[in-house]
Structures are given as C-alpha cells and as structure tokens.
C-alpha cells in the first residue's frame, strides 16, 4: 500500500470530519514520474509489454497494437514465437493475414525467445 504523503487524511480521522480518505490514484498523481507515464499512454508513446501470447495474451496484443501503441509479446512456448515470426497464427479465430498485418504495422515486431530466457532460478 502507498503511504499518504504528509498532511493527507485518512481512515477514522478523514471519516470523522466529513471528508473522504484520498484515492490511491490522487496519492499516485503525486508523484512525478505518474503523470508522465499517463501523457506516454494517452500519446501512444509508451510500449505495452504482453506476457504470454495464447488466446488472451495475442488478442490483446492486437487490440493494444491496433488502438495505436507499441507492444511487445512474450512467451515460452517457442512454438508459438515461431509461428508468429512466420505470420501463422495458432489461434482459430484469429488469421494468419491478421497476424501478418499486426507485424508489418510495426507497432508489434514479431517475439524472439530462447528457453534460455525463462530459468528457474536455483535456491
């Protein structure tokens, strides 16, 4: 949980006095970096990252990639990278001519992993 910054109200003593505590959201408004993330995503300037490309992970990365943002997709599964990197989608309802137009958008370059990437690691 974020801790208010000073001089903010919260639970009993914010209630008490008829105002409500500040929202996660204001807290985080705060902070500098906030309000430049949210300009990047309503710019379309910050790249979205994907984790897991299967039938929620690609169709999301199309809608991100559609809706006019850089997307990145991962996954371990190499057969799935390699049949993106080929343009083949491995999902029904989604055609490999949609796929092959997601790539060439440039907004979603097709995954590359290696096993390599994904290690447990050993404690």
């Known amino acids: ?5 000073s001089g903010a109200e919260t639970g009993k003593n ?5 105002t409500a505590p500040p929202t996660i959201l204001a807290i985080a408004m705060q902070e500098p970096s906030v309000p430049d993330f949210l300009a990047k995503l309503t ?4 790249c979205i990252g994907v984790i897991g490309l299967g039938y929620v992970g690609l169709p999301m990365c199309m ?3 559609n809706s006019g943002s850089p997307v990145l997709g991962f996954d371990v599964d190499l057969e799935k990278v390699a049949r993106l990197t080929e343009g083949q989608s491995y999902i029904r309802r989604i055609g490999d001519d949609e796929v092959q137009g997601l790539t060439r958008s ?10 390599a990437w994904w290690r447990p690691t050993s404690s």
């Open 43 to 46: 710019n379309k300037k910050a």
């Open 63 to 65: 809608a991100i990639a």
């Open 14 to 18: 914010a209630e008490s006095r008829g």
């Open 106 to 115: 440039g907004r979603f370059p097709p995954p590359t992993m290696s096993r």
């Open 1 to 5: 949980m974020v801790a208010p910054r």
